[in-house]
């Protein structure tokens, strides 16, 4: 019997924080700990994976600046898949992460921190009931369009 391969998920997180602030982050899976790494301005971190067979992968990302702490689930399988395919690429700014939408080349796709969630357990929420719409030409790379 052929089981087919899911093909392999490009991670890319940004740091957009501005006001020349270094950005923290440290992601896992319940499998992987890809540990804690310092972004300065505009650097990014970048990881590949392939999803799991029962469309059930998650990566959860703690980030924090200065002051402030928070946590997002910076990939949820069943809220992604459709979203980003095989290229999922994040900017990171102080109010919340924002996806690169693939159709329009815009960051446009923009969430809410996780926050609320965070203690007790990494498994809790798998993704943002509310998404925000965040068009700021700050949120563009290389070829990308702003939004309207």
Known sequence: MFLPFKKKVDLRITNDLGSGLDLNLHCQSNDDDLGTHVLAPDQFFEFRFRPNFWGTTLYFCKFWWGGESHWFNIYVE???????????????????????????????????????????????????????????????????????
């Not at 965070?118 to 798998?126: A, D, L, P, Q, V």
């Open 78 to 148: 069943k809220r992604d898949t459709s979203r980003c395919d095989s290229k999922c690429w994040w900017m990171v700014g102080p109010v919340g992460p924002c996806l690169l939408d693939r159709r329009f080349g815009i960051y446009d796709l923009c969430e809410n921190w996780n926050d609320p969630q965070f203690e007790g357990s990494r498994k809790k929420g798998t993704a943002n009931d509310a998404t925000r719409v965040y068009n700021d030409s700050k949120y563009l790379e290389g070829n990308e369009k702003r939004g309207k």
